[in-house]
């Protein structure tokens, strides 16, 4: 029987987490079947779905921040409560594509709110519950940014388009909590070629479901 084991993925825009995840989640789903769950925020179950639609209309929609920190961390507790912890309990392996470091450093560090004041929100809303693992694809915001406006064909969205200054305090935000918690948090350089990131990310869940078998 499998233990259970929880990562996230965070990253700035652009980073590549969909393209490093597509690729490593169909290799870890020949590999581990039905014990592998994935999943990703803000959704992963219709409460959270509709808070997302709200959260991220592609042009913006006068949304105050203090709301918009409250909308992510009550989409994450449904996510928790319906997703992440019975899949746990159940010693499944649980993925998803960001958790709470993306409220910490986009609500936190972009919108200035505060790391403290998101972090005691979100304590209400997780109730202690961290990652085993979380792997941070780090991406200057500059090339980020110009992938999603080459890349991207029509699905840029609100937070896209924010400014520049807006992404720099995210992406140092997430540095600040990879220095600080750098046992839990794991670094990848994303601005390698994505064959490399995706190697470097698969070492790190390897080590993992190792580490934990
Ligand atoms: N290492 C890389 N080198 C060059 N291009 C990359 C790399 N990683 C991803 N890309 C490209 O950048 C674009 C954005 O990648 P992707 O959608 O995977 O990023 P993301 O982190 O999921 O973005 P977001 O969180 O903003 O949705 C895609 O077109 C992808 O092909
Ligand atoms: C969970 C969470 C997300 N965000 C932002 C970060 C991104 O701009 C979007 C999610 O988009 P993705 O391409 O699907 O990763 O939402 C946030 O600001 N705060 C959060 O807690």
Redesign the pocket.
């Known amino acids: 029987m499998p233990k259970p084991i929880f990562i996230s993925f965070e990253?700035p825009?652009?980073?590549?987490?969909?393209?490093?995840l597509e690729a490593l989640i169909s290799e870890l789903k020949t590999k581990l079947g039905d014990d592998l769950v994935t999943t990703r925020e803000p959704g992963g179950n219709p409460i959270s779905e509709a808070i997302r639609a709200i959260l991220q209309p592609e042009e913006d929609n006068g949304m105050d921040k203090r709301t918009e920190a409250l909308l992510y961390t009550a989409a994450r507790r449904q996510h928790l409560v319906e997703n992440i912890k019975p899949a746990l309990d159940q010693n499944k392996i649980v993925i998803s594509d960001r958790y709470v470091d993306s409220s910490l450093a986009y609500q936190g560090g972009g919108r200035g709110l505060g790391i403290d004041n998101i972090w005691e929100i979100n304590q209400f809303a997780i109730d202690g519950l961290l990652p085993d693992m979380t792997i941070y694809?780090d991406v200057p915001v500059e090339i980020g940014l110009a992938?999603?406006n080459e890349?991207?064909q029509g699905k840029i969205d609100r937070l896209?388009k924010e400014s520049i200054s807006f992404h720099q305090k995210v992406r140092e935000t997430y540095l600040k909590l990879q220095s600080e918690f750098s046992d839990r948090i794991k670094i990848v350089d994303?601005?390698?070629?994505?064959n490399k990131?995706i190697d470097d990310t698969r070492i790190l869940i390897n080590q993992i479901l190792e580490d934990k078998s």
């Open positions: 990253g825009e652009g980073a590549g987490k969909t393209s490093v694809l992938r999603v890349n991207r896209d994303a601005t390698q070629p994505l990131v």
